[in-house]
């Protein structure tokens, strides 16, 4: 089983701040397998980034998103008010077909 | 734009089952590059996907809970469905019912969670 682990837990940051977060999966992830998801207290998570770096419909050119193999990145290049939120990275697995989630990373204002 | 909305009890007994629908709107349910989800959030953690199910009724769950859950499809009334058995205060969460999407692009298949409802509580307790 592939676990996927986040840092940091918590990130505090001013707005205008560029916020760098990390997944690490326990083994190799292909790249059009990773997704980020960002998540707000009461609302449904939001679909940032798949495929490791193409961004979703809607999703600001301030968000984006890096990586392969086994380390995973989601750049945020200058904080808004609205970004202040949980994020999380997510993989699916083919054989069988799973879903494995993050254990998230809260962006906080500083 | 498609849309999901969850329903069903918001307070289970434990040892009894859990029973959530969710209604697809705005949309099919029956195309081939869709599945269905469930994914829940227990209060203070973090998001634990349960199982889905494609349009034709196969499904995949998560090994953990997967002799208790079954998910199904009923395409006549654009729907799925979740039947969680012999819940426990530890089945306590926000459920939500999402659709995953399988785009092939370039010779590579993507996967990912495009639209989600907007959760359902429930809560196990006597």
């Known amino acids: 089983e592939i676990v996927l682990t986040q840092s940091p837990g918590t990130l505090?940051?001013?707005p205008g701040e560029r916020a760098t977060?990390?997944?690490r999966a326990s083994q190799s992830v292909g790249t059009n397998f990773l997704a980020?998801?960002?998540?707000k207290p009461g609302q449904a998570p939001r679909l940032l980034i798949y495929g490791a770096s193409s961004r979703a419909t809607g999703i600001p050119d301030?968000?984006?998103g890096s990586g392969s193999g086994t380390d995973y990145t989601l750049t945020i290049s200058r904080l808004e008010p609205e970004d202040f939120a949980v994020y999380y990275c997510q993989r699916y697995g083919s054989t069988p077909p799973t879903w494995t989630f993050g254990q998230g990373t809260k962006v906080e204002i500083k | 734009q498609v849309q999901l909305q969850e329903s069903g009890?918001?307070?289970?007994?434990p040892s009894q089952t859990l029973s959530l629908t969710c209604t697809v709107s705005s949309g099919s349910i029956s195309r081939d590059t869709d599945y269905w989800?469930?994914?829940r959030q227990p209060a203070g953690k973090g998001l634990e996907w349960i199982g889905r199910v494609s349009t034709s009724g196969s499904t995949n769950y998560n090994p953990s809970l997967k002799s208790r859950v079954t998910i199904s499809v009923d395409r006549s009334k654009n729907q799925f469905s979740l039947t969680l058995r012999s819940v426990t205060a530890a089945d306590t969460a926000v459920y939500y019912c999402v659709r995953e999407k399988e785009l092939l692009r370039e010779f590579f298949y993507f996967y990912y969670m495009d639209?989600?409802?907007n959760g359902t509580t429930v809560i196990v307790s006597s």
């Open chain 2, 37 to 39: 989800n469930w994914i």
């Open chain 2, 115 to 117: 639209v989600w409802g």
């Open chain 1, 21 to 23: 977060l990390s997944c």
């Open chain 1, 12 to 14: 505090s940051l001013s």
């Open chain 2, 9 to 13: 009890p918001g307070l289970v007994k």
């Open chain 1, 62 to 64: 301030r968000f984006s």
């Open chain 1, 36 to 39: 980020w998801y960002q998540h």
